[in-house]
């Protein structure tokens, strides 16, 4: 690796740490990259899964004051982030990569309908739990949010762009809760997602360790630049955010 392709992946890594503090889809920074430096494609998302580890930490820090009063869902949620996110770093090494591909833009798709309908539905939600008498057991989400996240978790450990937009629709929808708060929990999941599937990997798998270090100290950094941004996002500016970086992302699975 020359000093311009490090220089190139250590700036991919910032922009990756950023993007997924306040978003996701940090990946689409960093993938492209390494497979323009030249390496393989497993090896990349690999590689690239394992530095984005510590950005996604450092954003979760940043987002403490957030997830205050969170900690049940954090277990609950992080457990099933957890089975998720191994059963997707196995099927990385199981399938081929192109398993994935049709479906995938049409996840993204759908998720940033919910995040754009998110407040309306949240409403008629609400509405019809206090009509059945179900506010409190909704606190959580039920089960329909716990097989969302295991979903979600599960293409978070095999790939994982826009894993972050998939969790701010489903969180944003079936949560009552502030979407910073739900951000907030978003960048705890992904720790436990891209750590199961780092930790897998390093055993499992090849890395080039050379760049999933330089991401990992660009996404450090990052991470702390997300969530100084993002919390200062109104929630009508992070919901547009989030479409134009879902937007994005299918774009370039469709053109890939």
Known sequence: MSIWEALAVLAAGVGAGTINTIVGSGTLFTFPVLLGIGLPPVT???????????????????????????????????????????????????????AFDAIVPVLIGLALVLVVLQPRLARALARRR?????????????LALLVGLLLASAYGGYFGAAQGVLYLSLMGLLLRDDLQRVNALKNVLAVVVNGVAALFFVFAAHVDWTAALLIAAGSTLGGQIGARVGRRL???????????????AIVEMLLK
């Open 44 to 98: 990349a998302n690999v590689s690239n899964t394992l530095g984005l580890v510590t950005g996604n930490i450092s954003g979760a820090i940043g987002y403490r004051r957030e997830l205050s009063g969170q900690g049940r869902r954090v277990v609950r949620f992080g457990i099933t982030a957890l089975i998720g996110g191994l059963t997707g770093a196995v099927l990385l090494l199981a399938l081929p990569s192109r």
């Open 130 to 142: 206090e009509r059945n008498g179900t506010t409190d057991e909704a606190t959580d989400g039920g």
């Open 234 to 248: 109104p929630p009508t500016a992070l919901r547009g955010v989030i479409v134009v970086v879902g937007a994005v």
